[in-house]
């Protein structure tokens, strides 16, 4: 079995690695894409389009909208500042990773909202993009790391394709993310003939698959994947 233990890179750079390129010194026009952010304790809610930026809080009892500003960059991400009926909203947006207090889902973006004079806290951006973008080399199954020489792997397309090799053989299934976690459906693997200790492997890695209920990025960059009986699945980018 190889050793789950490796050499780690410092926590900072395999964190930028997990979440991608920061976006320190990109033009602030280039922030043009929807983005959307929310936090707990107040539930609260921020949208940003391509016309206006909205924020409800206080679990909807006071909203307002904005016509959307322009985005200044800063060192770590980006800021929005607007006024409108008299208040002032500022928007700042941290390019590191945020786990929801309440469900646990891991956001690319850290946001601090301030309105009123009233601080709010939470997370933003896709979550599905801490999962896309490339592939993950898987390096435990199950607390047994992976058999010596095997190379087991996930791929995420962004339009709900997960492939990769179980260790012997190639799979495919559709997934997604709901507001909870992470559903994989029962992948559908080839039918190559396996040496007895990747067969058993693989059928362990497509069941724990198949029972995905969560996933986790660690805070070096790990990505956890949970099945629904607390085994896991740990992968690392490439």
């Not at 008299?86 to 891991?106: I, K, Q, Y």
């Not at 946001?111 to 009123?116: A, K, M, P, S």
């Not at 806290?121 to 993009?129: I, K, L, T, V, Y």
């Not at 179980?166 to 993310?177: D, H, I, R, S």
């Amino acid at each position: 079995m190889r050793d789950r233990a490796r050499a780690s890179a410092p926590r900072s750079a395999l964190l930028a690695f997990a979440l991608g390129a920061g976006c320190a010194g990109v033009p602030a026009d280039r922030f043009d894409e929807p983005f959307e952010a929310r936090g707990n304790e107040p539930g609260w809610l921020l949208t940003i389009d391509g016309e206006r930026m909205a924020l409800r809080w206080n679990y909807g009892d006071d909203e307002i909208a904005v016509p959307r500003p322009r985005a200044e960059a800063t060192p770590d991400g980006r800021r929005y500042v607007a006024s409108g009926d008299g208040r002032e909203l500022r928007v700042d947006v941290v390019d590191a990773l945020c786990r929801d207090d309440m469900s646990g889902m891991p956001y690319p973006s850290r946001v601090t909202v301030t309105i009123d004079g009233e601080t709010l806290r939470g997370c933003g951006g896709a979550p599905e993009s801490l999962l896309t973008g490339g592939e993950w080399v898987v390096e435990d199954i199950a607390g047994r790391g992976v058999v010596d020489g095997s190379r087991v792997t996930l791929r995420f397309d962004p339009g709900g394709r997960l492939t990769g090799r179980a260790g012997c053989n190639g799979y495919g299934a559709a997934w997604k993310l709901s507001g909870e976690g992470i559903t994989v459906e029962q992948p559908q693997a080839t039918l190559m003939a396996c040496a007895s200790a990747l067969n058993r492997q693989e059928q362990e890695f497509l069941r724990l698959l198949a029972a995905a209920h969560r996933f986790e990025i660690s805070d070096d960059g790990a990505l956890v994947i949970h099945a629904a009986d607390g085994l896991t699945i740990e992968a690392r980018r490439e």
